[in-house]
């Protein structure tokens, strides 16, 4: 039963539309990020500091404008994947590049960087390159109208994970209720042409009941017959509209690529592979020799897919304040935050005391982001313990008075302004202590 579910081969000409259409916007991603300017301001203009992941301070970007030329090879490598030429090496070399930006920073977090690091690592592993290839034209023994039924089920399941969680994560009174909406809405007061129509009232609600409807269902609508056309103008609208309004780069356009896996085959050769013929339908099952192992790293990659957006249930208070579990999570466009910091800077054993000036050491870029999340706000702490450290030769502690708003309510203190932050301890799998409960004690 499993064999014939995981193993019985079916046409894959979805994959390869996919191929071309995903190396075409990744490829866009790395050029677009140099000519928007993105790389200039998150990877060049920091003067000093880089927010990185935690424990990857190894990955630093490299000096001067190193920068524009890294994301001009990635970009190349997208073209290569799209032409499906030398398709796993290059798939490789852009997937390692990008996972290397996608750890070196964090201050431009978005979680569609994330599932892109995914997918360059799911790509790599499937034949995308036996049909419309280079590849396949120098070496007709790879060519191949067919592929195991196991890859088209990793494509949809990965989707699912990803449009099930970000609805899930809707299920608070801050969204159910148009907050949320209402403030990301507020933000888009001067947009051209249509800044004034989403300040209408029924406009949040709007966002809010779609929103999450659509992450919820669009899914099972595609894999329906009878509603895949349906779902399809939806899910154009939806994310075109995304686009629109609030210019997510390419995630709204990889997201509608992904639908051609739920078209029949007769069509997708029927609008992009006129030439792919026969349709195959030979319905054979094909058991590799790796089978084994192949069940237990899918197992295993699922296993964590599905585990990931769970674990801020394993920390004390609301995800929404400490931050705590919300990356790789799908918590997309989820809430608005506000902060404020200041960093005052005391030598031991002496009361010499210096308030920093964040605007020496981060871009403003870095500025509006450090604010409201505690790792960065720790990391800074950490930065500036070595430098006058290394520069001064001064032993220093140093103390965050932070306060941060969340969808637009009471600020309140963030970090404990009592806590040596040089000194406190980075928990990956904990709760950090001094961050402060979102929800004062009430004294007796």
């Known amino acids: 039963m499993l064999n014939s579910w995981l193993f019985k081969h079916i046409d894959n000409s979805a994959l390869v539309v996919f191929r071309v259409m995903f190396g075409f916007l990744i490829t866009v991603e790395a050029w677009g990020a140099i000519f928007s300017g993105w790389v200039q301001r998150t990877l060049i203009d920091p003067p000093e500091f880089t927010f990185n992941f935690i424990g990857f301070d190894f990955l630093q970007p490299l000096p001067g404008n190193l920068m524009l030329w890294y994301y001009g090879l990635m970009g190349l490598f997208g073209v290569f994947v799209m032409l499906g030429f030398k398709y796993r090496f290059s798939m490789f070399c852009y997937g390692l590049m990008w996972s290397c930006v996608y750890l070196m920073q964090k201050t431009s977090y978005n979680n569609h ?20 290839s280079i ?17 088209w089920l990793v494509i949809v399941a990965q989707l699912w994970i990803v449009y099930t969680y970000a609805s899930v994560a809707k299920l608070y009174p801050d969204w159910l209720d148009g907050t949320v909406p209402a403030i990301l809405m507020r933000g888009k007061r001067d947009y051209w042409l249509v800044g004034e129509f989403l300040q209408q009232p029924w406009i949040r609600y709007a966002i809010t009941w779609f929103g999450l409807c659509f992450d919820l269902l669009i899914i099972p609508l595609l894999l329906w017959r009878k ?26 356009y990889l997201s509608l690529a992904f639908i051609i896996f739920f078209f029949p085959t007769q069509k997708v050769n029927k609008w992009f592979l006129r030439k792919k013929k026969p349709h195959y339908d030979k319905a054979e099952i094909i058991v590799p020799s790796y089978r084994k192992p192949l069940i237990a790293i899918l197992a295993c990659w699922f296993i964590i897919q599905v585990s990931l957006p769970l674990r801020h249930w394993f920390f004390p208070d609301d995800v929404l304040w400490t931050e705590e579990g919300h990356r790789l999570s799908w918590r997309m466009m989820l809430r608005s935050k506000g902060g404020r910091s200041h960093f005052k800077v005391v030598e031991k054993g002496t009361t010499d005391t210096v308030y920093v000036r964040k605007n020496n050491f981060l871009s403003r870029k870095q500025q509006r982001s450090i604010d409201t999340k505690p790792d960065l706000l720790w990391q800074f702490a950490q930065f500036l313990e070595k430098k006058y450290a290394e520069e001064e030769g001064k032993q220093v502690e140093v103390y965050i008075d932070s306060k941060v708003s969340v969808n637009g309510g009471p600020y309140r203190t963030f970090i404990d302004p009592k806590v040596d932050m040089a000194k406190a301890e980075w928990k990956h ?11 004062p004690e009430e004294k007796e």
């Open 113 to 132: 960087y994330y599932l892109l690091m995914l997918l360059c690592i799911i790509m790599l592993f499937l034949p995308a390159h036996r049909w419309l």
């Open 135 to 151: 590849d396949a034209r120098q070496n007709p023994e790879i060519r191949s109208i067919s592929m195991p039924r196991w890859i």
């Open 227 to 252: 509603t895949r056309l349906s779902a399809f103008i939806l899910a154009i609208f939806f994310h075109l509209f995304n686009s629109f309004v609030f210019h997510i780069g390419i995630f709204p």
């Open 429 to 439: 799998l904990s709760h950090n202590d001094w961050i402060l409960p979102s929800q």
